[in-house]
C-alpha cells in the first residue's frame, strides 16, 4: 500500500438485521470516546423518516442521514454524496457507519474500495450485530442478507444477551463459525460491561482488512438485486414539518414495506396510548421517538416484543417508522396515532 493505514480516516461498519440493536451498540461505543475524537456516523435507515440519526445526536455526535433504503440501491449517488461531504467538510478523526438492516454489505465495501477512497478511509474492522434467538428463526436464516452479515463480518456482537440462553448463545457461535470460518470465539462479545474501545482499534491477527483486499473478497459474493420503489435517488426526502402539520412517508424494497410519520411542535403523545398500541402492532418493526406527557420516549417493537427508552432530549418533532413484509394502511396508521395526541391544533 503506498499510504500507511494510520494516514487515514479508520472506518468502523456496524452492520445487522432490523432491530438487532445496531443503534443501541453504537450509542454505547461513542459513550468510550474519552479523547473526545472527531467522530461521525453515517446512518442509513430503510424507512424514509430518520430515527436512529436523531438518537445519535443525542450523544453529541455529527450525525449524516441517508433515510428511503438500502445503501445497495442508493449508492451511486445519495451515498457518495454523503461520504464525500462527511470527509471534505466534517473531517472526522474516525467514521462509523451504521447501514440499514436490508443493506447487502457486500455493495457497501465494493463502494468503499474504490479508488477515490484508497487515499483517504482504511476500514479498520466490520461488526455483525446479531439476536441469537434468530438463528432459530428461518425467516431469519434464510435471508441472503442475514447469511451475507455474518459472512462477511470480522467480529460478531451478540446483542441482547439477557434475554436468550446460553444454549441459543452456542447456537449463534455454531451458525456464524460455518458461515464464516474466520471469526474465532474471542471475537464475540455478549455484553456491554465486556466492550471497551479496543473493540473498533485492534485489529484482529489475520483479518484486517485493506479496503482493496475487502474489494476482492467481496467479488466472490454474487446476490440479486431486490427490487426497488422509492424516491429519485437524487431527491432528498424533507422530512421538516410546520408546527401544527402531520407529513407521512411510504416506500418499499423488495418485499418489505414501510410507512412513517412526523408529527410537529404542537403536538404531543399520551405515553400510555402510544404503548397500549404499539404492543398491539403485530408487523415486523415499529420505532418511535416522541414527545409524551411524561417526556421524550424512544419505542422500539420487533416481532411484538417491545422496550422503551426515557431520553433527555428535548423534541422539536414526534417521529414514527412502521416495517412490515406487507403493505402498510397510512390511513390506519395515522388515525391510530391521532387517537393518542393529547395535545394538537
Known amino acids: 500500500m503506498s499510504v500507511k493505514c494510520n494516514a487515514r480516516i479508520p472506518v468502523n461498519i456496524i452492520w445487522g438485521f432490523l432491530g438487532a440493536g445496531k443503534t443501541t451498540l453504537i450509542r454505547h461505543l461513542l459513550s468510550l470516546n474519552s479523547q473526545k475524537e472527531n467522530w461521525v456516523v453515517l446512518v442509513n435507515e430503510f424507512g424514509q423518516v430518520g430515527i436512529d440519526g436523531a438518537v445519535l445526536e ?9 433515510a428511503g433504503g438500502c445503501m445497495c440501491c442508493v449508492g451511486n449517488v445519495v451515498t457518495r454524496v454523503a461520504l464525500n ?19 447487502h454489505p457486500d455493495e457497501l465495501l465494493s463502494m468503499l474500495a474504490e479508488d477515490q477512497y484508497q487515499e483517504v478511509l482504511w476500514l479498520e474492522s466490520s461488526t455483525a450485530v446479531v439476536d441469537a434467538r434468530n438463528i432459530s428463526d428461518s425467516r431469519y436464516t434464510q435471508h441472503e442478507i442475514f447469511n451475507a452479515q455474518i459472512a462477511l463480518c470480522d467480529r460478531l456482537f451478540a446483542s441482547k444477551s439477557n434475554h436468550y440462553s446460553e444454549q441459543d448463545l452456542e447456537l449463534l457461535t455454531t451458525y456464524a463459525t460455518v458461515k464464516n470460518p474466520g471469526l474465532i470465539k474471542n471475537q464475540f462479545l455478549t455484553t456491554f460491561n465486556d ?88 408487523g415486523f418493526r415499529a420505532k418511535s421517538l416522541l414527545k409524551t406527557d411524561q417526556g421524550t420516549v424512544l419505542f422500539d417493537s420487533v416481532k411484538g416484543v417491545l422496550t422503551k427508552q426515557f431520553m433527555d432530549q428535548p423534541l422539536e418533532q414526534s417521529r414514527f417508522e412502521f416495517i412490515d413484509g406487507q403493505p402498510l394502511s397510512e390511513v390506519q396508521l395515522r388515525a391510530t396515532l391521532t387517537n393518542c395526541l393529547i395535545e394538537h391544533p
Not at 58 to 66: D, N, P
Not at 249 to 265: K, L, M
Not at 266 to 281: D, N, P, T
Open 58 to 66: 443525542s450523544s453529541g455526535v455529527q450525525v449524516k442521514e441517508i
Open 195 to 282: 466492550l471497551d474501545i479496543h473493540w473498533l482499534t485492534k485489529q484482529i491477527k489475520n483479518n484486517s482488512h485493506p479496503l482493496q483486499e475487502q474489494s476482492d473478497h467481496s467479488h466472490s459474493h454474487h446476490h440479486d438485486h431486490h427490487d426497488h420503489h422509492h424516491h429519485d435517488e437524487e431527491e432528498e426526502v424533507d422530512t421538516s414539518v410546520q408546527a401544527e402539520e402531520i407529513k407521512s412517508f411510504e416506500g418499499a424494497t423488495g418485499g418489505d414495506h414501510s410507512c412513517g410519520f412526523v408529527f410537529g411542535a404542537a403536538y404531543s403523545f399520551s405515553l400510555a396510548k402510544v404503548e397500549s398500541e404499539l404492543m398491539g402492532f403485530d
Open 85 to 103: 461531504q462527511i470527509i471534505k467538510e466534517l473531517k472526522p478523526e474516525r467514521l462509523i457507519i451504521e447501514p440499514s438492516g436490508l443493506a
